[in-house]
């Protein structure tokens, strides 16, 4: 377990799904009845952008720090989320250590814990999963005293099978794994076939790398052969994959996506790319139907 998210908190794959998640959150506030979010793999909650791992790579730079400035409409509301995360100390979480400065608009990047918890409602509940033991004490200080917030440090797939179905029988799994293991694809996909059997109308998204196209080939005909119905991809591609080493374009998986999602992710991802895309060949934006309903 070397995979520190500290290193890309707020680049665009967290800026992708990030802005999908909070969309989806929405989505699922739009009915009364509480819903459950179970984030298998959920990192430390916040991370500071002026700390060394996010210095040392910069990435958040050019993820969410290209959206602050007067968003795009498709963003504002996923861009408006973090900002506020980042000033006002939510009741729910710890003080911001330190205030933004003129060089950094933004003094902290949310991860998706701290998104989820400032989208539940009184009725709704969030389970959060790390394995690894700095991560999860710092998500602890962060929620831990938290009443809608339940913290478990165990494995991110086994979770999928202890943890599902929650007693809500509503609501939305993040299963969004390091992927520094050759076998994480086949791994997370066996793992989504796994809680999806629990939890049939689940809303379940998958986040996965784009560096070459034949692992994420692989993997998509991996789900379809699991049989799951309502599976949707939806991608963002910086430039053609074509360089393993780099991670050139991200993709989130959505079994049950809810009403509307392929039109308010191809805004999202549309409005994303023209922001961060540098214009180089084979960017795209892709929303692709890997199941029918
Ligand atoms: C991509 S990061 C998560 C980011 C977070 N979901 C967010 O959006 O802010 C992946 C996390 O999985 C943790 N991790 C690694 N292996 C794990 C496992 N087997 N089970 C649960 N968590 C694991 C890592 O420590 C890391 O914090």
Redesign the pocket.
């Known amino acids: ?1 070397n ?3 500290a290193y ?2 707020g680049n665009f794959a ?1 800026c992708v ?2 802005a999908l ?1 909070v969309w989806l959150l929405r989505a699922l506030a739009r009915k009364e009845a509480p819903f459950a979010v179970l ?7 916040r ?1 500071d952008l002026a700390a060394p791992e996010a210095t040392r790579t910069g990435e958040w730079r050019a993820g969410i720090g290209r959206l602050l400035d007067d968003p795009p409409p498709a963003l504002a509301d996923y861009v408006a989320l973090v900002q506020s995360l980042d000033h006002a100390a939510p009741s729910f979480a710890a003080p911001a250590a330190t205030a933004p400065t003129a060089s950094a608009p933004l003094a902290h990047y ?6 989820c918890r400032a989208l539940l409602r009184p009725q709704d509940r969030l389970m959060l ?4 033991a700095e ?2 004490a710092a998500l602890a200080r962060l929620l831990a005293r938290d009443r809608q917030a339940h913290l478990h440090r ?6 999928l099978r202890a943890l599902l179905p929650p007693p809500e029988r509503r609501g939305l799994v ?1 299963i ?5 293991q050759p076998d994480e694809f086949a791994r997370a996909a066996a793992g989504l076939a796994a809680g999806h059997a629990r939890f049939g109308h689940g809303l379940f998204m998958l ?1 996965y790398p784009i560096k070459h196209r034949t692992p994420v080939r692989a993997f998509h005909a991996a789900v379809q052969e699991s049989g799951m119905r309502d599976v949707l991809a939806a991608e963002l591609a910086l430039r053609e994959p074509t360089d393993p080493a780099r991670l050139n374009g991200c993709g989130v998986l959505l079994v049950n996506p809810p009403y509307r999602f392929e039109a308010g992710a191809g805004a999202i991802l549309a409005a994303l790319l023209a922001r961060l895309g540098a214009g180089e060949k084979g960017a795209a934006v892709t929303i692709q139907r890997l199941a029918a309903e």
Do not use: I, V
């Open positions: 377990m995979y520190r998210h890309h908190a967290d799904k990030h998640l984030d298998t793999h959920a990192g430390r909650g991370y949310p991860g998706s814990p701290l998104l999963n790390e394995l690894h991560e999860h165990r494995d991110g797939y086994e979770c993040l969004d794994p390091p992927f520094e986040w």
